[in-house]
């Protein structure tokens, strides 16, 4: 017997995954949490980092390259590379081998130009996640300039608030895509695209 069955989206999770380590990042870089609390990130977003590779490979395979392609750069790089990068960090500190912090302002202003050339693609997917990117362009932005020494350490703080208010609209679009799929009703809006798909119209057979 054949079944329609797609699956679901993996994008809930994903987001789940994203708004957790906004928060905790947040609460860092604002001085919430001593920076002796840094290595906790390490499992944090090792942990967020997987969960989003798989999200990406999923919507890959579900034909989406939009989510697929910047779940693979928020779990790999956002998460993964970062969680990794304090693990190194916390091991240098242990053993008292010097370890430069140099390259964190060039990792981060790449990727923000990264993110800044994917948001456009979300204008055709959803606006309130459009409007997410837009936060995450601005705040990884300052967070490389910051780091690179060409921005006040006072924009480290804007870039905090800027990746918590992601993390909250994050958990509001777990809440809505779950709910809404669990009743089969768009009760809680996620967002309408701001630009519409160009549809090709249908081909048609000429037969001469």
Known sequence: MSSSHT????????????????????????????????????????????????????????????????????GGFFMLAVGINNAVHFAAAIAKVPFSSAMDGWFFLVLAIVLILLTPSFATVSSIFFVALLLADGAVLLLGLANLKLAGHAMVGVAAWMILIIGIIGL?????????????????????????????????????
């Open 7 to 74: 699956g679901a989206s993996p994008g809930p999770g994903a987001l789940c995954a994203l708004s957790i380590v906004c928060f905790c990042f947040f609460a860092l870089l604002t001085g919430k949490v001593p920076h002796d609390a840094a290595p906790a990130l390490i499992g944090i977003c090792i942990a967020g980092g997987l969960i989003q590779i798989i999200a990406a490979i999923l919507d890959l395979n579900h034909g989406d390259i939009v989510g697929g392609t910047t779940f693979f750069v928020f």
């Open 172 to 208: 509001y679009l777990v809440f809505a895509q779950v709910f809404n799929t669990a009743v089969g009703s768009r009760i809680f809006p996620v967002g309408s695209p701001l630009i519409k798909k160009h549809v090709p119209p249908p081909t048609q057979n000429i037969q001469g």
